[in-house]
């Protein structure tokens, strides 16, 4: 894939933010911006969550957020399988497998985590090749600061992705389990990072989700705990990451 082969193919305007849809070679991806036109601002790329798409809830209210209350720009892309992507065979089966252990009330740790690395193989290229081309628009322009966004599978494509990635320089992450292959990626970062848990995660234990935070080299990292299970975490911690991209996107923001 290449710059060449992205396309805008709709535009919408709703409370002076922009949403483009866009195509990237087979790559379906959204884009939204702030009305205003103003000068350049700083790019954050999201990621979804498994079984989502680049327009599900929680990715339009956390753009929203991002563009009205930082002026960014928020660009998201269906994983592999995802959104209107097809799928392989073997997205069918792995999804199958998960399905019914989940049916069963059995463990779904060690089946996310392989199929997660397997989509994140192929989607980490991907977001390579988006972000050069986000980057010749003259809205955002080549030199501008990048963050990265991503909780769940998010996370498992978003640390093999920011740690290959030096334009990546602050992110946020969370509600992913520990794996040897996923902290090797993390051990590679040192950006400042957000990383978010669930306490009473039915799905994640507690030490995985610590170990996985504790990979991560960066000097600055913040570890944001909160009570409930794996889907409940709260709405405030996007405010939060909304103030982390300002403090290290733009400079704003305060520590305090």
Do not use: C
Not at 164 to 193: C, K, N
């Amino acid at each position: 894939m290449n710059s060449q082969h992205f396309h805008f193919t709709a535009e919408t305007t709703s409370n002076g933010v922009i949403q483009h849809d866009f195509t990237m070679g087979e790559v379906t991806g959204a884009l939204w911006s702030p009305a205003s036109g103003a000068d350049r601002a700083p790019l954050v790329l999201m990621g979804h969550g498994g079984g989502n798409h680049r327009k599900s809830p929680a990715m339009t209210g956390r753009a929203q957020l991002l563009v009205a209350h930082g002026g960014f720009h928020v660009a998201v892309i269906d994983a592999p399988g995802h959104g209107g992507r097809p799928r392989t065979a073997h997205d069918e089966r792995e999804i199958a497998t998960m399905q019914k252990a989940m049916a069963a009330g059995e463990p779904v740790g060690e089946i996310v985590v392989r199929y997660n690395a397997h989509l994140a193989e192929r989607a980490v290229p991907e977001w390579l090749a988006t972000l050069d081309a986000l980057q010749e628009l003259p809205e955002i322009g080549a030199d501008g600061p990048v963050g990265y966004y991503g909780l769940n599978m998010g996370t498992a494509i978003g640390v093999p992705l920011t740690a290959a990635e030096p334009r990546i320089t602050a992110a946020v992450f969370g509600l992913f389990w520990y794996d040897e292959s996923l902290a090797e990626s993390a051990r590679r970062i040192t950006v400042p990072i957000e990383f978010a848990l669930q306490w009473d995660d039915e799905h994640i234990p507690r030490p995985s989700g610590l170990a996985l935070f504790d990979a991560f080299a960066s000097k600055e990292k913040s570890l944001h705990i909160n009570s409930g299970a794996h889907k409940e975490l709260p709405r405030f911690e996007a405010d939060s990451a909304v103030r982390f991209f300002a403090r290290h996107l733009t400079g704003g923001g305060s520590t305090a």
